[in-house]
């Protein structure tokens, strides 16, 4: 990545430390709440053994992001290796096409995380239109979603118009509110004999069970699916642009998000079919939680669950918000999409990507189906994975990328592990999760996926063409400048 394109006046700053990171982050463990049900609908109780090795997944994943993180500092996250890696330094052409894969990787991963928005914006409607008997009277639903995430992506574009700086401390306060009541929730049932063992080792795996292509294919979906929740938590990478010390800071934030949500992932689920067996999962694929509460608590626990998880839902709301804003300010940063996406205020908040950002969620809440978005949604995560893990083998091989400094290095032998992961989701997690999605939901959520990733090609030449008008518009300027230089000189 050249410095032209990185040192922009629309930069982001240096303002925040390995723990604010962190807790921007924090709210990745709870990405495990939209899938809680659905995974035992195919896995039963061995569900609890997919989110385990899904975060250890993330490990291996993670620890090339880690790298790269260090060894391109200026590049936010998985959007801006990816650009920066693929791209063809001092490309001479009008099209580089390694500069239009980079760029394809950061646009899905923007389309990954940012449906989290819309997803949990319909959670939080839900939630309240069962908590609040006045607001189910009055509204549908739907009406309670599209209100919410109209609420919602309003007072968290105000909160971080101010920087990330602000962004961190919310998460600190979120974080008290929903992760230590949402912990207390998971232990308790353990603690006061609710979990029955039996519900686990008795439901192992379904009875219908067989190692088959269908089963199979079925399998690659669900990790699919899994990892878009388990591995997300290389959204704390993304910030290191604005790391004070990104060489100390990002791995240590990476690496205390992925043990938290190891713990956090397994023992949720295992919590959750101790108490209800699953069955009793299957029956409350979206809110499984809620019963739990009140067979540890009784019924005050309910109403305590729902807040708690609706709070918990900002926090998430928060973490996709910032992440997928830096993954479009990246990407313009690198000529990859129209500059005005790049534009930052005085704090250095990239706030015209923060409003696309929240307007094209409220046209995903318009769709109303929580489950084809999260279906749609783990397609462009599974893409920019896999482009991003062969960009990690592509730093370590060439010429002159990989004697560049190092301050953090995954272990010896790391881009064989990188690219057995980045072929596991390109193709097998990809076929996966479209053989899945046509199994449960149609091919609906297929066709957004591939529509939504499709319409970069558009935009990229767009941008293209924007980026060679404005050389040459420059270039002029520049020779005019020059020639009222001569005209200076004195006449010898």
Same mark, same amino acid.
């Given at each position: ?261 190891? =713990?956090?992932?397994? %023992? @949720?689920? /295992? !919590?959750?079919?101790? &108490? $209800?067996?699953?069955? +009793? ?69 990239? =706030?015209?990507?923060? %409003? @696309?950002? /929240? !307007?094209?969620?409220? &046209? $995903?809440?318009?769709? +109303? ?124």
């Amino acid at each position: 990545m050249s410095e032209n394109s990185l040192d922009t006046a629309n930069h982001l700053k240096r303002s925040i430390d390995w723990k604010q990171g962190l807790s921007i982050s924090l709210g990745v463990p709870l990405l495990i709440l939209p899938s809680l049900g659905y995974i035992p609908l195919y896995l039963s109780a061995a569900a609890i053994l997919v989110w385990g090795l899904s975060v250890i997944q993330g490990f291996m994943q993670n620890a090339a992001y880690a790298e790269m993180a260090t060894t391109f500092p200026k590049a936010s996250g998985l959007p801006g290796y990816a650009q920066h890696i693929f791209r063809t330094e001092n490309y001479k052409g009008k099209y580089d096409k390694g500069k239009l894969i980079g760029g394809f990787s950061a646009w899905s991963y923007w389309f990954a995380w940012n449906p989290v928005l819309a997803i949990f914006a319909i959670l939080v409607g839900g939630y309240l239109h069962g908590l609040f008997p006045a607001l189910a009277g009055a509204f549908t639903e739907y009406q309670l979603s599209l209100i919410s995430g109209l609420v919602i992506f309003a007072g968290l574009f105000v909160i971080n118009w101010f920087g990330l700086k602000d962004g961190a401390i919310l998460g600190y306060i979120l974080a008290a509110v929903s992760l230590i009541p949402l912990i207390i929730l998971t232990v308790a049932p353990f603690a006061t004999g609710h979990v029955e063992l039996d519900n686990i080792t008795g439901s192992w795996m379904p009875a219908d069970w067989a190692w088959d292509m269908h089963h199979i294919l079925i399998l690659f979906g669900i990790f699919a699916i899994a990892q878009w929740s388990a591995c997300g938590w290389e959204t704390a990478a993304i910030y290191g642009p604005e790391y004070k010390n990104p060489s100390k800071d990002v791995p240590k934030a990476l690496f205390a998000c992925g043990i938290i949500c190891f =713990f956090s992932y397994v %023992l @949720v689920q /295992a !919590a959750v079919i101790g &108490v $209800l067996g699953v069955e +009793g999962v299957i029956a409350e694929p979206i809110s499984p939680l809620i019963p739990v509460a009140q067979a540890v608590f009784g019924g005050a626990g309910t109403t305590i669950t729902i807040i708690m998880l609706i709070a918990a839902m900002i926090l998430i709301i928060q973490t996709a918000y910032l992440g997928s804003s830096r993954a479009l300010h990246s990407m313009s940063a690198e000529n990859n999409l129209p500059k005005i996406f790049g534009k930052t205020n005085r704090h250095g908040t990239p =706030f015209i990507a923060l %409003l @696309v950002t /929240a !307007a094209f969620n409220m &046209v $995903l809440i318009s769709m +109303g189906s929580m489950t084809a978005i999260l279906a749609a949604a783990a397609i462009g995560y599974t893409c920019a994975n896999g482009i991003s893990l062969f960009a990690y083998v592509k730093a370590k091989k060439h010429p002159a990328l990989a004697n560049l400094e190092r301050p953090f290095k995954a272990p010896k032998g790391w881009k064989r592990v990188a690219m057995l992961f980045g072929l596991f989701n390109l193709p097998l997690c990809l076929i996966g999760v479209v053989y899945l999605n046509s199994l449960e939901i149609g091919w609906a959520p297929t066709w957004l996926g591939f529509i939504v990733l499709a319409l970069y090609i558009p935009i990229w030449f767009y941008s293209q063409h924007e980026s060679t008008r404005t050389k040459q518009e420059a270039s002029p300027a520049r020779s005019s400048d020059d020639v009222e230089d001569l005209e200076k000189l004195p006449i010898l």
